[in-house]
């Protein structure tokens, strides 16, 4: 089966501009969470999505949005880019709410300059 | 709320030799910890997890971790690291019924031949 896959793998953007980072999760898995890993830290929570519902929202900015599809896959949304955005985005799939079960996919590295 | 503490940032040892990464955890209530390695541009690989029973817990390559609850830790070891053992190593907490992981600011072993 494959993992949970994460598009594109790079991206390089400007400031002020908007960018969009996409995920597919485990087949089977209806949760999908967005964390940011900025470089020499640990990952933090960003969103969880759940049935295509937000189920929960880490301290993030409103610039930071997702959704999710039928289809469980999902977008994670920045808006206004600053360079502080930069970092490897990390999804992760469930197949219910709980952070147990996390999978998590190979990344996206934005690059904000 | 919970938190993770990674007393390490670096830890350099030698080929065969044992290594054991430290991580203490807070938190008021009952608590599942995580290990995840993270190879150079890649994403997050479950090593283990504690969820409840045995104290010992083992995991992939030949880790292993301990819960103490007493003194909030949660050890990673290994009797004899190799090469590829070289990697970023995250501790993890999350709580019953929540949806998000919390990492701690990861540590890097580097082994030396």
């Known amino acids: 089966d494959a993992g949970v896959t994460q598009s594109p793998t790079h991206l390089i953007k400007t400031r002020g501009q908007h960018v969009t980072l996409r995920c597919s999760p485990i087949?089977?898995?209806?949760?999908v969470s967005w964390y940011q890993q900025v470089l020499g830290q640990g990952p933090q929570f960003i969103f969880q999505y759940y049935e295509k519902e937000e189920r929960g929202r880490g301290n993030f900015p409103d610039r930071f949005s997702a959704r999710q599809f039928p289809n469980y896959s999902s977008e994670l949304n920045v808006n206004a880019l600053l360079l502080g955005d930069s970092a490897l985005y990390l999804c992760?799939?469930?197949?219910?709410?709980?952070?147990?079960?996390?999978?998590f996919g190979p990344g996206t590295r934005l690059t904000v300059t | 709320a919970q938190s993770v503490t990674q007393l390490d940032s670096q830890v350099p040892v030698f080929e065969e030799a044992p290594v054991e990464l430290r991580c203490n955890y807070s938190?008021?209530?009952?608590?599942?910890l995580f290990w995840y390695v993270q190879y150079p541009n890649q994403g997050l690989q479950l090593l283990l997890k504690?969820?409840?029973?045995?104290?010992l817990v083992k995991g992939i390559n030949g880790f292993e971790a301990e819960f103490n609850k007493s003194q909030t830790s949660f050890h990673l070891r290994k009797p004899s690291v190799h090469i590829s053992d070289t990697a970023e190593y995250f501790c993890a907490v999350t709580r019953t019924g929540a949806n998000n992981l919390f990492f701690g600011t990861g540590t890097r072993l580097t082994v030396i031949p």
């Open positions: 938190s008021s209530v009952s608590v599942y």
């Open positions: 087949s089977g898995h209806k949760s």
């Open positions: 504690y969820l409840s029973g045995s104290t």
């Open positions: 992760a799939s469930t197949v219910g709410l709980a952070a147990y079960e996390q999978y």
